[in-house]
């Protein structure tokens, strides 16, 4: 009956009883909407109502589970179809489980119609393999309901569908072929699908992996031995033996054909590949005179003993009994061991520290440098090895110097000057680079780096590309990029001049050097004893005057850059000035021609000196017609000598002499 049909029925039902109840030949004390089902009929009349509805308006859903507490327990618990299924959907029992329609009515609203169509996944254990093909009676007897939830039935030790247990032994114990010597988790193995094979099982999961031939063994050869107990079903057939079973030594399942002349570890020698595949490495060579290590433990046992292993005790004394010298007697150090071992003969094992001792200690770079990299091999091996051909390396090389390994990476630079340099002079075994010719070695050469210039890299002079100088182009074949013989030597070479070669002409004295150091291009460095040399002695007062004072090309700006190819708006300073003869080719007179009628035509030195402008030198008793006798000799010159006008002229001659002049007429003495 499908869900729709089966509530059909349970709404007509329940309305004939309605009728029935309201009906006055069944009397006005029945307040029943129906008859009740028949597993409910021992709560027919209305002293049992409260059984269900309860006295306080609890929720009938409650009242349901206080007698059926199984489902009351599912519920809590989470587990079964109505801890899963019918407590997501907050449906209550009434729901599903509705009465009042009649005894005969089903209470048992199946989802998909029947038990049979019922999805079991619904209750939590999905019917996989041969449980999807058993009835549901078979599983659902009163044996299998052992579960602690089964107690709580009132239909207990009855069949039904509460009180299942999911385990295998729940059900299966008797079948158990293992006796529980397994475990309880028969799914760790077995499937739903039958039980054998075990789909789950793996051997190498287990205490004893099966290797080599060991995998194509029938599980029975091994477990259903006379060696084990014997095991038998429920049918009475013997089953296998899986635990415990002995593995330890191989003789607990194989005969021992050395019948313990070798011992009981008979992996030591075979493997389980095939019994005459011998394991010859796990001979124990360490107890015979000659211990295997390094690469010889991995060395076949034929390499030495040969074919059959004929040889039983070959010589070891020293390595050249079975190895060939690949230096080829060029050193006489002494035994292969003091530079190899047996972990491989390549890398050497001379150290750092042990080739100090010899003629050329290695440090620096060279202390990181591989063997192979000097030591090569000069020329094959006469006769070829015992162990594998190997090139003979030379360790005697001779006298050592930079050039006995290392290319001459300035193309001969150095060796075409007076006086021809070695590497060490510039380089060291720490680094090639940077070279360690610095400024005080520099002194030595043409061009000294003193001030700005010790400050400037290396390759600003000698490099390919030189910014603000002309690029240099090294001869082909050079390594390195440097050159060290660079045309310019002198400070015009490299900067631009200003005063246009008019202090480095030829057959002139002075230089750039002669005003300028390396320090800093402006100021000059030239003194005032130096400008007396230039045909201009400064002296007094002019030895305070700014140089731009009378050099007016000092004043503009400073170029930012004075390399040749570098330079923009280099100010020309060609200083050519007309030397001063007298004050007055810099300085205006203030007196006019008030002293033109002199024999030096009123020149400034007759009475002033370059000390200071003033006070002068006049001297008014020699040169003046009055004389400053007297009380006039402590009067200001300027009280007598004014200047006619607002910014004129002072007037210093045709003062008239009367005291009266300058006194008025007031008749006093």
């Keep these: 009956m499908t869900p729709h049909a089966r509530r059909l029925r349970w709404l007509a039902a329940a309305a004939v009883g309605l009728l029935m109840v309201m009906s006055p030949a069944r009397g006005a004390a029945q307040i029943s909407p ?12 209305a002293s049992n109502c409260v059984k269900c509805h309860g006295l306080n308006r609890e929720p009938m859903s409650v009242m349901c589970v206080s007698c059926h507490k199984d489902i009351g327990a599912l519920e809590r618990e989470g587990r079964g179809y109505h801890g899963r299924e019918a407590r997501a959907s907050r449906k209550t029992c009434a729901q599903c489980h509705p009465d009042h329609a009649g005894a005969a009515f089903e209470m048992i609203e199946w989802p998909g119609g029947s038990s049979a169509r019922f999805d079991h996944q ?27 939830v089964a107690s709580l039935s009132a239909r207990k030790n009855t069949a039904g569908w509460i009180g299942l247990p999911t385990t295998c032994a729940s059900c299966h114990e008797p079948d158990d072929a293992h006796r529980g010597s397994l475990g309880p988790r028969c799914a760790s193995c077995h499937d739903a699908g039958g039980w054998a094979p075990a789909p789950g099982f793996d051997h190498d999961s287990s205490d004893y992996p099966l290797t080599g031939a060991h995998t194509e063994v029938k599980c029975a050869a091994c477990h259903e031995t006379a060696r084990l107990p014997v095991f038998r079903n429920a049918k009475g057939a013997r089953v296998g033996a899986f635990k415990p079973v002995p593995f330890k030594e191989c003789s607990s399942c194989h005969t021992d054909p050395h019948r313990g002349a070798l011992g009981a570890k008979c992996a030591s020698c075979h493997v389980t590949r095939a019994f005459d595949a011998i394991n010859r490495g796990g001979f124990n060579h360490q ?38 010298d690949p230096h080829e007697a060029s050193t006489t150090r002494g035994d292969c061991a003091t530079c190899h071992t047996v972990t491989g003969f390549a890398p050497s094992s001379f150290t750092v520290a042990q080739h100090a001792r ?27 090895p015992r162990r594998g051909p190997r090139p003979a390396a030379r360790l005697a090389l001779g006298t050592p110097s930079c050039n006995s390994c290392h290319e001459d990476a300035h193309g001969r630079d150095l060796a075409r000057t007076a006086s021809p340099g070695t590497c060490e002079a510039c380089h060291s075994t720490a ?9 005080k070695e520099h002194a030595a050469l043409a061009v000294q780096l003193d001030g700005r210039h010790g400050q400037v890299a290396c390759s600003a002079c000698h490099g390919p590309q030189r910014p603000g100088l002309p690029p240099l182009a090294a001869p082909a074949g050079r390594k390195a990029r440097a050159t060290l013989r660079v045309p310019e030597v002198t400070c015009a070479a490299c900067h631009v ?30 003194s005032v004893a130096q400008h007396a040399s230039l045909g201009y002695a400064l002296e007094g007062a002019h030895r305070a005057v700014a140089c731009v004072a009378c050099h007016a090309d000092f004043g503009k700006p400073a170029a930012t850059a004075t390399l040749r190819l570098a330079s923009r708006g280099v100010t020309p300073l060609p200083f050519a000035t007309r030397r001063p003869t007298t004050c007055a080719s810099c300085h205006a007179t ?12 009123g020149a400034c030195e007759g009475c002033h000196v370059v000390a200071s402008f003033a006070p002068a030198r006049f001297d008014h008793e020699r040169e003046a017609s009055f004389s400053l006798k007297g009380a006039h000799e402590k009067v200001a010159c300027g009280s007598c000598h004014r200047a006619t006008s607002a910014g004129g002229p002072v007037v210093w001659r045709g003062l008239p002499g009367r005291c009266e002049s300058c006194h008025g007429g007031t008749g006093r003495g």
């Design 34 to 45: 129906g008859p009740l089902a028949r597993p409910h009929q021992s709560l027919e009349g």
């Design 431 to 439: 680094a090639f680079v940077p070279s360690r010719f610095g400024v």
């Design 358 to 384: 010899t003629a050329y200690p290695l440090d620096g770079r060279h202390a990181t440098t591989r063997c192979a990299a000097c030591h090569t091999p000069a020329k094959a091996p006469t006769a070829a």
């Design 590 to 601: 203030p007196h006019g021609e008030q002293f033109a009628h002199r024999a030096d035509r």
């Design 122 to 148: 619904k209750a939590g254990w999905a019917l996989e393999g041969k449980h999807r093909d058993a009835k549901c009676t078979a599983c659902h007897a009163p044996k299998y309901r052992t579960a602690p």
């Design 497 to 526: 001049d200003p005063h246009a070669g008019r202090y480095d002409a030829p057959g002139t004295t002075t230089t750039c050097a002669s005003c300028h150091d390396a320090a800093r291009w402006r100021p000059a460095t030239t």
């Design 287 to 324: 107890v015979t005179n000659y211990p295997l290590r390094g690469r010889h433990a991995a060395v076949s046992c034929e390499g030495c003993h040969g074919t059959n292993l004929a040889t039983r005790k070959p010589g070891f004394s020293t390595c050249a009994t079975c190895h060939q």
